[in-house]
């Protein structure tokens, strides 16, 4: 059974980081794509960033690109989110997905998710 438990959120002011971790279990990750999304309250979920596990591939949305950095640890088979120059519009509750196969950016074709994270950023 996969497991994902995500670590990481809390309160930063604007301009500040964070780092988001999602520890990974109960399955050999080499096939999958590991995702971040982010759901603010009222809105729907949104694709932020995400890896493949093998390649290291990556895709960003464009709203963190150049601001966020998304990495893997094979070896503790954990993604990381580095968060940097935070704005008040990222505050959400962030969330580490998983599926089988390439990078997509619908949340729906994502079969595994964890409890969430919450990041909230002050001006």
């Known amino acids: 059974q996969v497991q994902l438990v995500e670590s990481g959120g809390g309160l930063a002011q604007a301009g500040g980081s964070l780092r988001l971790s999602c520890a990974a279990s109960g399955r050999t990750f080499s096939s999958y794509t590991m995702g971040w999304f982010r759901q603010a309250p009222g809105k729907e979920r949104e694709f932020v960033a995400a890896?493949?596990?093998?390649?290291?591939?990556?895709y960003y949305s464009d709203s963190v690109k150049g601001r966020f950095t998304i990495s893997r640890d094979n070896a503790k088979n954990t993604v990381y989110l580095q968060m940097n120059s935070l704005k008040p519009d990222d505050t959400a509750v962030y969330y580490c997905?998983?599926?089988?196969?390439?990078?997509?950016?619908?949340?729906?074709?994502?079969?595994?998710w964890g409890q969430g994270t919450q990041v909230t950023v002050s001006s």
């Open positions: 997905a998983a599926r089988v196969g390439p990078i997509v950016l619908l949340a729906r074709h994502y079969e595994y």
């Open positions: 890896i493949t596990w093998k390649s290291g591939n990556t």
